[in-house]
């Protein structure tokens, strides 16, 4: 099929109709941007009215967030970045999840002014990964360590959801032993990054076998999506992307993904806009946003909009808006980025995140090639955090948090409104704890360096000490303790992927 013929048949709108209302979707630029206006001034007592709401566990609505956004005074937003951090521990305690991406094509027939990927982007080298190159690059994540992968498409008909669910396949299918310990290990989930689909196609790709599908608007403020994201193009259809994880719900895919590209417009208007978003898909299907993403526009080949856009947002900016979306939406997932640098990354990392990706190449083929550097003509951005997966999984450990490469909820049914009902009730959080420490565990014996594993090795104590002394898991004469710790000297005498 001929490129054009391919891009008119892939938009469906009478897909989106059912979910708008009033014939109208749910983001109203003008009242976001009123909101943001009438919210300037808060009180300290509201402030920390609403610090204590979001500590209790409950979303914030958008005129509570828009005060947040507009804090000035020091002390009030240390109180907010202690509360940041208390959420993330309450819902889902001490553990950093780690994954790796893994792009396939960066074929696009868009032309998104910031993207590397743009089709007019002339300095771009195009490529698409075979599936022997798929199943290659999938052997070096795993010797890495990471059992948790997301996988990033360009859009495009050689890249469509029949070559998707066909590279998914091909990655649950690799096995490779781990180079310390010779134990068999494979990836055990697979989450996506891709382009709006109709519901038929994400009924494939769910078939295929994902994890979470994840879509980001880029930005929600109308009149910047129009420019950045040109009306001749796919990506310019402002509400085939809005709806796009409705459709994945209606699909049956439970899990749906986030976020916002922030240096496109007013950050404060973003963060807004993720609220809204998060409140429509609760309000749709009684389930919100399994994660949310908070990438910031990073230099991009080709893309003077990557370096100039007036909207690129400060460090301390940055933190200001993950520590807000951290109280506003207390309990999906938070995942920060390797666009950051690693110094910014773990300070960002203490206001409440719970994700994030490690020992990451952006190229097309670039894990196999083993490239030193970033190669800019085949990559869609610049990444800043270069470190091996075993470097963060150390700074992490020094900062006493355990790093985890759990995919147990998809395994136990523990997705869409199951674990986010868990969540709110901070349940889910007491599974992640005892799930963190078995993968942790796996990843000692399997490939820490002498370094990570001393210091892994008292993290694991302390874990250990912690779970004995909650009395979730001593109820019952302390049913699930005994379990876990079975489970526990099981990895230790050599088995693999056991969970709770």
Known sequence: MMVKDWIKQV?????????????????????????????????????REIIAKSKNIQALTIDETAKLLHVTDPELWQEINEAALEIKRKVYDNRIVFFAPLYCSNLCVNNCAYCGFRSENKHEKRRILTIDEVIKETEYVLDNGHKRMIMVYGEHPQSDVNY?????????????????????????RVNINAAPMSIADLKIVKEAGIGTYQVFQETYHKETYRKVHPVNTLKGDYNWRLYSLHRAQEAGIDDVAIGALFGLYDWRFEVLGLVAHAADLERTFGVGPHT?????????????LSTESKYLVSDDDFKKLVAVIRLALPYPGLIITCREQPELKNEVIKLGCTQTDASTKIGIGAYQEGLPKQELDSEQFTIGDQRSLDENIYDIAKMGMISSFCTAGYRCGRTGYTIMGMLKNCVEGKFCKLNAVLTFREYLDDYASPKTKELGEKLIEEEIGQIRNQEFFMKNNGKIFNEFMKNYEQIKSGSRDIFI
């Open 11 to 47: 938009i469906k709108p009478e897909e989106n109709e059912k979910f708008l209302q009033n014939g109208k979707d749910f983001i109203n630029d003008e009242e976001l941007t009123n909101t943001l206006k009438s919210n300037t001034n808060p009180s300290n007592e509201e402030i």
């Open 292 to 304: 949310v993403s908070v990438p910031r526009i990073t230099p991009a080949l080709g893309s003077q």
């Open 164 to 188: 998707m669910a066909e590279t998914i396949k091909a990655v649950y299918s690799v096995e490779r032993k781990a180079p310390k310990s010779g134990r068999v290990t494979s990836i055990r």
